[in-house]
């Protein structure tokens, strides 16, 4: 397997305009996350899917954020407008919580908003 | 929302010293895990800990878990400057038949050759 796979990997967008992140989870795995990093706040976990469905979003900062896991293969996060302190690196992790627990994240998109 | 806490914030050791980084949390979990973080890269899975379990190892990582004291330590044997990397402490914790995985803020630790 590929491993988790986020596109873009990066992000420039000016204020205002709608971004939208994408997340591909390993093959089975049930759960899904989508966490936000910052050097001020750390590691913020946004919202969760099990099988497909959310389960937690409130760590969604606000209403600008939106997300979706149409199928068990794709999942989106979006903002809109954008904004500056929207800057981070977001990353899409997947789990097996069966089979293993572990997460195994992607490689993280990196968003500018200037 | 965080649950876990890590301490110390940032450690700068020696090659071949032992680092030590320390994770304290608030509610019940069902397990404990470390993660590693190199610069500019997603985070990799160290160990896992459970509930019932005190001590763990695998290689040069030794992991403790207090659950009285919510808290856990990862210690690091003859570091290396390939080290270099944050550290993270995640829980495990339970919301209702779902499981969700919440990461503090991660220490910095830097080997120094």
């Known amino acids: 397997d590929a491993g988790v796979i986020q596109s873009p990997r990066h992000e420039v967008t000016e204020m205002g305009q709608e971004v939208t992140l994408r997340c591909k989870p390993i093959?089975?795995?049930?759960?899904l996350f989508w966490y936000r990093q910052t050097m001020m706040r750390g590691l913020e976990l946004l919202i969760y899917f099990n099988n497909n469905v959310p389960i937690d979003d409130s760590g969604m900062p606000e209403d600008r954020f939106s997300a979706k896991m149409p199928n068990a293969s794709f999942s989106t996060l979006k903002i809109q407008p954008s904004e500056p302190r929207d800057s981070a690196v977001y990353f899409c992790a997947s789990r097996n919580r069966l089979k293993n627990t572990e997460a195994f994240f992607g490689q993280g998109t990196r968003l500018t908003v200037v | 929302s965080q649950q876990g806490e890590e301490d110390p914030q940032a450690l700068s050791i020696q090659e071949g010293e032992n680092a030590t980084m320390n994770c304290s949390y608030k509610t019940s979990i069902n397990n404990l895990q470390w993660y590693r973080q190199n610069s500019g890269r997603g985070l990799v899975h160290l160990i896992l800990i459970r509930s019932n379990e005190r001590e763990k190892h695998s290689g040069r990582l030794r992991v403790t878990l207090d659950t009285s004291k919510k808290s856990s330590s990862l210690l690091i044997t003859a570091s290396r400057a390939a080290d270099t990397a944050s550290y993270f402490c995640?829980?495990?914790?339970?919301?209702?038949?779902?499981?969700?995985?919440?990461f503090g803020k991660g220490t910095l630790l830097t080997v120094n050759p």
């Open positions: 093959s089975g795995h049930d759960y």
């Open positions: 995640a829980t495990d914790t339970r919301e209702g038949s779902n499981y969700k995985l919440t």
